[in-house]
């Protein structure tokens, strides 16, 4: 990644919506849902929470963009979202408004991973949900797509798969449990991964993400490479 202009990132104005809606809704949600959230690696803490980094997060509610952005509250994330949700022009004005990036799911564009890169090169970060559908009901992890590999590769932003605990009843205090740092260079054979090798580590992100599910990822349990 390159050297960061730290001004020039404070005061991006692209992310006005962005910081509007996290500014007004921030005291009721943090209420409501209490986040809690768990590192799995209390060394990488400092390093997610200080660097620009793309989050790779299941998917079971339409709400999950905006819990990642409340519950990352000192992040500024571009969320990473399909198409379909820009439908009208009242939509497409209120996620644009706010910094959602349109993607394709059948075929991303270059348009889109651009968008990506310039959120990363501000010194901000990226929330992808990799998935590609919402998982209504249910607390399984769908298989990935590539779309989070070819980001990075893109960015050389680290990847840091993200688990959304749902609540068994809205009492309970909602969960984020942050995996370890995911560098696609261990999974590939050159600088970057090859288009045979995309979803392979695509694959070995699903993976790591999915192991966030269990209670002994809580217990420093870590997954093999």
Request: a positive charge.
């Amino acid at each position: 990644m390159k050297k960061v202009n730290k001004f020039k990132s404070f005061f991006d104005f692209s992310f006005f919506g962005n910081d509007f809606v996290k500014l007004t809704g921030i005291v009721p949600s943090m209420l409501f849902f209490r986040i809690k959230k768990i590192f799995i690696n209390k060394q990488q803490k400092k390093e997610f929470n200080k660097n620009s980094v793309i989050i790779a997060s299941n998917h079971s509610s339409h709400a999950d963009p905006i819990l990642l952005c409340i519950g990352f509250y000192y992040k500024r994330l571009g969320i990473v979202a399909t198409k379909e949700l820009f439908d009208t022009k009242a939509k497409n004005a209120f996620f644009t408004f706010v910094h959602v990036i349109k993607v394709d799911k059948e075929k991303p564009s270059l348009k889109t991973f651009k968008e990506v890169k310039k959120v990363i090169d501000n010194g901000h970060s990226v929330a992808i949900f990799p998935e590609g559908t919402v998982a209504h009901k249910t607390n399984e992890v769908e298989p990935f797509k590539p779309g989070a590999i070819m980001m990075a590769s893109m960015t050389g932003a680290p990847i840091y798969p993200v688990y959304i605990k749902k609540r068994k009843h809205w009492t309970e205090r909602l969960k984020f449990i942050i995996g370890e740092r995911f560098d696609i260079k261990d999974y590939c054979k050159g600088k970057s991964p090859s288009a045979a090798e995309m979803q392979i580590i695509a694959d070995k992100l699903y993976e790591k993400e999915d192991w966030l599910k269990y209670p002994k990822a809580l217990n420093n349990t870590a997954p093999e490479k």
